[in-house]
């Protein structure tokens, strides 16, 4: 098994039949970006993944290519894009999962006809990428940014509840959020109730200040507000509160919904990357109606998925980031995960 690359789907297959004969078969055609500079700039070429020992008795020698680039006959491979594409999986992410299949069954004629679960199982959780809560030890200190209405104010209680409660480690909860009204007051609210002192930082002089006041805390969690994705502003003054926390230690999380389009997902990484988060937290995974999500969010952003949260109440309702139990969600009734 073989790939060739051309300008056209014709030039490709002239080369298929020069290399691998006239008995070839096609198994996977599409646009991929170009190798190199090219690539880079966007420029695009056809990719053929061509055998020469797969001889399908219903498949024409070299079958028409269809409107999506997979052979029909394939039936596996035709499993995967529908399953895939029903949880709104990225295209070129469903075509990747499909090339590395094709790739990882070496060419077999029986696993390309029935799908072969656990080497999918296997691909999904490789793109699921996740890190497991690893602060047992040491101090902890973390940020937590992201668009407005994400989900970050609701995350940092759960957190701070779960850090004070369970683990008994002295918290302290710091918020830079002075634009959205009200949220002062509910960030208020909950530490009464958590017993967690919470300090409000008007500008990076008080954050000092504040950061200093509770220098003994094993944990200080710091909020931030969800500005529009246009607000490089607010970026900016973000990411000089960042730089006064000693970074030693210093995590920041990038707070994401399940909910919304991998697009915007896309657009609001391009504006927050500039403060080098370090991990993603998917939350409202109670509400999705697709779990596609939590593969492209670590492909797209090359982060992983340290927590997802699964609701509203706090305490509870967030978990560390499993790939297992993750993968799980998008292959669910399709495939038994161990
Ligand atoms: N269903 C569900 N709702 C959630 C979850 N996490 C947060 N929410 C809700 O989402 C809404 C926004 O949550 P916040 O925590 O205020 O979001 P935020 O990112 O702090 O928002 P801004 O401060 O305005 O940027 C609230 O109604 C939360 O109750 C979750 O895991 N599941
Ligand atoms: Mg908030």
Do not use: W
């Amino acid at each position: 098994m073989k790939k060739f690359y051309g300008r056209t789907v014709e030039e490709v297959i002239k080369d298929i039949k020069e290399n691998l004969g006239e008995d070839a078969t096609l198994l996977l055609v599409q646009k991929v970006r170009k190798k190199g500079l090219r690539g880079f700039l966007g420029f695009k070429e056809i990719e053929i993944t061509a055998a020469k020992e797969v001889n399908f008795e219903i498949q024409e020698k070299i079958s028409p290519v269809s409107e999506d680039g997979i052979i029909p006959e394939l039936p596996a491979l035709c499993k995967i894009k529908k399953l895939l594409k029903e949880e709104e999986v990225d295209t070129d992410i469903i075509n990747n999962v499909i090339s590395s299949y094709i790739e990882a069954t070496g060419g077999n004629r029986l696993k390309l006809q029935d799908l072969d679960t656990g080497i999918l199982e296997s691909l999904i959780k490789g793109l699921i990428k996740t890190e497991n809560d690893s602060f047992k030890s040491g101090k902890i200190r973390s940020i937590f940014i992201g668009p407005p209405g994400a989900g970050k104010t609701t995350t940092i209680l759960k957190l701070a509840a779960h850090y004070s409660i369970e683990e008994s480690k002295s918290t302290a909860i710091i918020t830079t959020d002075i634009y959205r009204s009200g949220a002062i007051e509910q960030l208020k609210v909950y530490s009464k109730m958590l017993d967690i002192p919470v300090e409000v930082a008007f500008n990076v002089r008080d954050f000092e200040r504040i950061i200093r006041k509770f220098d003994s805390k094993d944990v200080i969690l710091v909020d931030s507000a969800g500005r529009s994705k246009r607000d490089k502003e607010y970026v900016e003054t973000l990411r000089k509160f960042i730089y006064t926390i000693p970074l030693q230690g210093l995590k920041v999380y990038l707070v994401v919904s399940i909910m919304d389009s991998s697009r915007y997902i896309k657009e609001v990484f391009e504006n927050y990357k500039i403060l080098y988060p370090n991990f993603i937290i998917v939350s409202k995974l109670d509400e999705a109606t697709s779990f596609g999500n939590l593969i492209n969010i670590p492909v797209l952003t090359d982060l992983p998925i340290a927590y997802v949260t699964t609701g509203q109440d706090i305490p509870g309702d967030i978990e560390v980031a499993k790939s297992n139990k993750l993968a799980n969600f998008i292959l669910k009734g399709n495939v038994d995960i161990k």
